[in-house]
């Protein structure tokens, strides 16, 4: 088979109705405005009410990159979904596949939390590279209100709930200019949501453990440590796989986790402000939909143009990081 290059050709994203300011979490926990702006830099969040699925969200972003991509959902080959909390514990990919009309495309779920997207990128392109597949649907999205302790202020103030998607495509230049990625299970217990059980015995002699998911814990002081040392370090091997130097990108555009974080990778990478992407303020961290999220509202807003290269890094649960270096466009 011929080798290809890859294309990110189009964008979409879709997001909850409902806003949760910070001044309506202070109802909830004992906290400001004020606090969490300042530790953080989230203003409101959005989050799925009970009539919102991760399918419809996801097939909604999907639908919007699909006709910013200019081809239809019978033309893809693959759909990729990156998300942490799918309707359905076997996978929503292949729901999602159904209400697209993505009729002949392959489905799955991928799971590598907030790292999901930049991981789910890495894979589609191995598909397209070796001529497998031509034309890709990527979503990253999650829907972790589902899953938060709303009485516990350290998490709860973080969380939000989105959908993005790109779409990738088989293409003469390769676009994906670099990559590199990471996973230390040593340090899994900083972030978890985890599986907790309680014993049954079924008949006598024969036991089972049967439960459901607790909520969302997190040591935040190491997690941030772990981001702000990491995630310059794996662009700096993405960019050297790219053979780039970081003044020959145009933006910087990292997981929205933490504005003290984004800021912290910048500064060590001397990348300015004015190339740092940010929508946290308005959105909270949405794992593995922050990500396409944060691009597709850049590329709408005329920010992110045609053959603009773009650094991205996703970090998160596993602990799992990564970081793409791309052009935009075809």
Wanted: aromatic share 6%; glycine share 8%; charged share 15%.
């Amino acid at each position: 088979m011929q080798n290809l290059g890859i294309a990110i050709t189009g964008s979409g994203s879709a997001v909850p109705a409902t806003s949760l300011h910070n001044q309506q979490l202070t109802q909830l926990v004992e906290t400001s405005d004020e606090w969490i702006t300042t530790r953080t830099g989230i203003r409101q969040r959005r989050l799925a009410d009970p009539t919102d699925s991760l399918s419809g969200l996801a097939t909604a972003a999907g639908l919007k990159a699909i006709a910013s991509a200019g081809i239809t959902p019978a033309d893809l080959d693959l759909i990729l979904l990156a998300t942490s909390t799918p309707d359905d514990l076997f996978g929503s990919a292949c729901k999602i596949q159904a209400q697209l009309g993505a009729t002949k495309a392959v489905a799955f779920d991928l799971t590598a939390a907030c790292s999901g997207f930049v991981f789910g990128l890495v894979t589609a392109a191995q598909y397209i590279r070796t001529g497998v597949y031509r034309h890709i649907l990527l979503i990253g999205a999650d829907i972790l209100s589902r899953w938060v302790d709303w009485q516990d202020r350290r998490t709860c103030v973080l969380f939000g709930d989105g959908a993005g998607a790109v779409v990738l495509q088989a293409n003469d230049s390769d676009r994906l200019l670099g990559f590199a990625l990471k996973s230390d299970g040593t340090q899994n217990h900083y972030l978890n949501l985890a599986y907790q059980d309680t014993p049954q015995e079924i008949i006598p002699g024969v036991n089972v453990a049967q439960g459901t998911y607790q909520p969302i814990t997190m040591n935040g002081k190491e997690v941030y440590r772990f981001a702000a040392q990491k995630v310059p370090e794996i662009i700096d091997k993405a960019l050297f796989a790219a053979n780039l130097t970081v003044d020959q990108i145009d933006w910087l555009l990292l997981h929205q986790a933490n504005q003290r974080i984004l800021d912290a990778v910048a500064q060590r990478l001397s990348v300015p402000e004015h190339k740092v992407i940010s929508n946290l303020a308005n959105y909270g961290n949405t794992s593995a939909a922050s990500i396409p999220l944060a691009l597709d509202e850049a590329v709408r807003q005329g920010k992110i143009k045609p053959n603009d290269i773009v650094a991205t890094s996703g970090f998160g649960a596993g602990l799992t990081w990564g970081a793409a270096i791309f052009q935009w466009g075809r």
